[in-house]
């Protein structure tokens, strides 16, 4: 007999391994920097820079305050997943209502904004490699595809998460010292940290970029993964009350030992946010210093353009070169993240739909060794290669416009991160009480979900022509 959605029950996970501690923490840091590369594409290279040209710093304390919500949002995002050792999604099922009801409304939209998203991200790393390599963005952007694909294919979590952590300190490294180079101690970065609204502001300028700081909606979730892929709370333990008996710890002893997780978790997406948010300042300071005094609020690709020749009067053709680098490992690590989390979350959410969730979660979705070949591992392939590898590459062959193609990824990530936010919230309330989130991080995921709310009302007024420049 099949159970309703409000009929689902949910409870602590059966078996809790010893948190790391001290310095073994360090190796425990890996999702937080998938996380940030999934999170600083296409905002970080073509929003920010076009931010700080046209307002300076003024806007620097609303980066800063979007960061700290996005660090409740994903921390809070993991907290079911350690808690239970089901995914995040497998929480949405569980709310009342219609049966999956939830997993419908972010399946569907989200196959198109995995489709835009990543087609989008892979053309602007094919015009970058277009202007100032031989062959066109065509066949970059599909060279680009093909190595990524192949990557999230093979490779699953552990090679994925080496990648990210590569590109993570390659990116820092870049854009932190070509920021330092040129920023200038005046006093207007200082002024910035103050909450303010510049005089002139532009709300259809501004709103692309408040919707792109760090991550999308997704990426909120694809966080509850990555912790859980590495094990965070016990996620790799395939021990099931049903399979080895009850655990022999009682729920005390089990809730006390997820608390102690709960201090990983919450370090662990501090650093994937504090990198990503140091990344995007780092590029405020470029468009700041560079693209302001030179009078440029460039669109498009024509941002990476535009600071490749202004760092290279700086730097002479290093700096060329470093911004280049800068710009294609931003994007094109975005690339792989987002693949490696669509891909995961649409394998996830079909098993689900599919009523095949009586096993543990860690066999359905995260067994993604190759001798464990299963219904989980093939669905994950097979939607890395079509939705976020063939499909966006006929999308890429058909439109060729990347920032045209991503507009649709943008149009669902405003509509669902509100819609993710407040959810999460729903189905933390339902985990038991001695780990529910505290008074002030349930208000502060309220806060966020609100927020949202209110950008995507202005998103799709702007959309429909209701705000003015």
């Known amino acids: 007999m099949h159970t309703t959605t409000s009929e689902k029950t949910v409870e602590l996970r059966q078996r809790v391994p010893d948190p790391p501690t001290g310095v073994a923490r360090l190796r425990w840091w890996g999702p937080g920097l998938l996380w940030a590369m999934s999170a600083v594409g296409s905002g970080s290279v073509l929003f920010t820079p076009r931010v700080g040209s046209e307002y300076g710093y003024e806007l620097l304390w609303l980066l800063w305050g979007v960061a700290i919500l996005m660090w409740v949002m994903i921390r809070e995002a993991g907290r079911f997943a350690v808690v239970t050792g089901r995914t995040l999604l497998d929480g949405f099922s569980t709310l009342p209502g219609p049966r999956n009801w939830a997993l419908w409304v972010v399946l569907l939209p989200q196959l198109v904004a995995a489709v835009a998203g990543v087609g989008g991200l892979s053309a602007l790393v094919g015009s970058a490699f277009a202007s100032v390599l031989p062959g066109g963005m065509l066949l970059w952007s599909l060279l680009l595809l093909l190595i990524t694909t192949a990557v999230v294919v093979s490779g699953g979590y552990p090679a994925v998460s080496r990648a990210a952590l590569v590109l993570a ?25 103050v909450p303010g609204i510049p005089s002139d502001l532009s709300v259809p300028f501004v709103l692309p970029w408040i919707g792109t700081i760090l991550a999308g909606s997704m990426g909120i979730v694809w966080f509850s993964y990555w912790t859980a892929r590495r094990g965070y709370g016990g996620g790799m333990d395939k021990s099931t009350s049903e399979e080895q008996g009850a655990s022999p710890e009682s729920a005390e002893e089990r809730a006390a030992r997820l608390r102690s997780w709960f201090g990983t978790l919450s370090n662990t997406a501090a650093v994937g946010v504090l990198t990503g948010a140091v990344i995007i300042t780092a590029f405020l300071v470029l468009g700041a210093e ?6 440029v609020v460039p669109s498009g690709i024509g941002v990476a353009d535009d600071l490749m020749l202004l760092l290279s009067e700086v730097w002479g053709t290093v700096g060329h070169w470093l911004m280049f680098t ?13 693949q490696d989390g669509w891909s995961r979350a649409f394998a996830d959410i079909t098993l689900l739909l599919s009523g095949k969730s009586g096993r543990s979660w860690t066999e359905r979705v995260t067994s993604w060794r190759p001798e464990t070949m ?53 189905v933390n309330r339902r985990i038991p009480d001695a780990l529910r989130p505290s008074r002030l991080s349930m208000g502060l995921l309220g806060f966020a979900g609100l927020f949202y709310g209110v950008f995507a009302v202005l998103y799709f007024s702007n959309m429909l022509g209701f705000i003015g420049g």
């Open 169 to 193: 300190l390659v990116l820092v490294a870049i854009t932190v010292v070509a920021a330092a180079w040129v920023f200038q101690p005046d006093g207007d970065a200082r002024a910035g940290v």
């Open 290 to 295: 560079l693209l302001a005094p030179a009078g």
């Open 326 to 338: 800068a710009i294609v490992v931003a994007l094109g690590g975005s690339v792989l993240a987002n």
């Open 374 to 426: 299963g219904t989980a591992r093939a669905l994950k392939i097979l939607f890395a290669v079509t939705f976020t590898g063939l499909i966006p590459a006929i999308v890429i062959v058909i439109v060729r416009d990347p920032v045209a193609v991503m507009s649709a990824s943008g149009v669902v990530a405003s509509v669902h991160t509100p819609f993710i936010v407040l959810t999460t919230l729903a």
